[in-house]
């Protein structure tokens, strides 16, 4: 599956009764917001580090599974 195509392919999928294995729609997210972060950044309305710094905030006020 090319990279252009993935999106609509995921979306078909899931609007069937096939079910999607947890680890692709976990990947296809990451790249979506890994490509909104690029050009957000390449705008100069964001900075990458800067959301790094963020979800690192999160992820330490965020109470763990146990």
Known sequence: MDEGNRGAEMAKVLGGRQTVPLEE???AQAFQLEALMNV???QGVIKKAEVLEEIT??????????
């Open 40 to 42: 957000l950044e390449r």
């Open 25 to 27: 729609v976990v990947l």
């Open 57 to 66: 905030r999160l992820n330490a006020k965020t109470p763990k599974a146990t």
